[in-house]
């Protein structure tokens, strides 16, 4: 159940320029896709995918998204004490609009598409746990600078070592 749909997003004018007219290479994008956030799906087995769009390597960023009310879960959520090594969760407070408000940091090291799982622990039902996907798009740094959605900004650059910096001259 996705709540919006991207179809016919973008658009590409008739080549005119096979006749010499340099003005038909524009790329259109509907108004629609001008609002893009940060996608929460429900899953068919009660948990989540959370599309999060393109990052950039050696970079760190903070991801906010809500997700819909799990009854089961209770009002006291709680992360699981699972560490993954570059997504964990900051905080989880009630949304006023109902269900929870999660915020993470993701600290992007490879590039290409990555799917980072945390779990939701209900504290008053042990028996209780909700699995969230978070896919995201993580573009080499030297490839330009991604568009963030709704819900996601960047909080810090990784500095990356270059060897040809040092002046290390070595072992005698």
Known sequence: MQCCSKTRGVRFLEQQQQHGDSAASHV???E??????VMVTPEDDGNFMVKVGFLKTQHRYEIVFTLPEV????????PA????????ITDLTPAPEGGLKVTCEYMAQQEGVLCEEVLLLSETNE???VKVRVHVR???RHH?????LEGVRCIGVELEYDSEQSDWQGFD
């Open 28 to 30: 259109h994008f509907d």
């Open 32 to 37: 629609k896709l001008h609002d893009s956030v």
């Open 71 to 78: 009854p089961a879960l209770g009002k006291a959520v709680c």
């Open 81 to 88: 004490p699972i560490p993954t090594p570059h997504l964990r």
């Open 127 to 129: 028996d209780v746990c």
């Open 138 to 140: 993580v573009m080499d």
């Open 144 to 148: 330009g600078t991604p568009m963030l």
